[in-house]
Nanobody, 127 residues
Framework: VQLQASGGGLVQAGGSLRLSCTAS??????????LAWFRRAPGKEREFVTAIGRSSSSTYYAGSVKGRFTISRDNSKNTVYLQMNSLKPEDTAVYYCAAVETIMTHTPTTDHDYSHWGQGTLVTVSS
């Protein structure tokens, strides 16, 4: 499984970006994935941002991004999205998408539960 993340860039505080992550798998396989975004800020450990289960109604957010970020998935395109609004300088980080095949009722939110990772895309928020 290969995950290709894109959409990062430089944005001013208060601005928006949308990240995308596309998986190179069959659509049936992608539909069985839980998907997540993590990030690693300079000098910090990787942290959970958000996750979405096999059912799009199952979403989870870190407290620091809740209400500003939205995760979604399009199984027909094998793609997961991260819409980031009201960006803050502290959102500056490399963002990683991750995937793992799960049962319908379980959506992991810790990085060690995910088996497939994208290469990361850099988001820089200027003040």
């Amino acid at each position: 499984v290969q995950l290709q993340a894109s959409g990062g860039g430089l944005v001013q505080a208060g601005g928006s970006l949308r990240l995308s992550c596309t998986a190179s798998v069959r659509t049936y396989t992608f539909s069985r994935f839980s998907l997540a975004w993590f990030r690693r800020a300079p000098g910090k450990e990787r942290e959970f941002v958000t996750a979405i289960g096999r059912s799009s109604s199952s979403t989870y957010y870190a407290g620091s991004v809740k209400g500003r970020f939205t995760i979604s998935r399009d199984n027909s395109k094998n793609t997961v999205y991260l819409q980031m609004n009201s960006l803050k300088p502290e959102d500056t980080a490399v963002y990683y998408c991750a995937a793992v095949e799960t049962i319908m009722t379980h959506t992991p939110t810790t990085d060690h539960d995910y088996s497939h990772w994208g290469q990361g895309t850099l988001v820089t928020v200027s003040s």
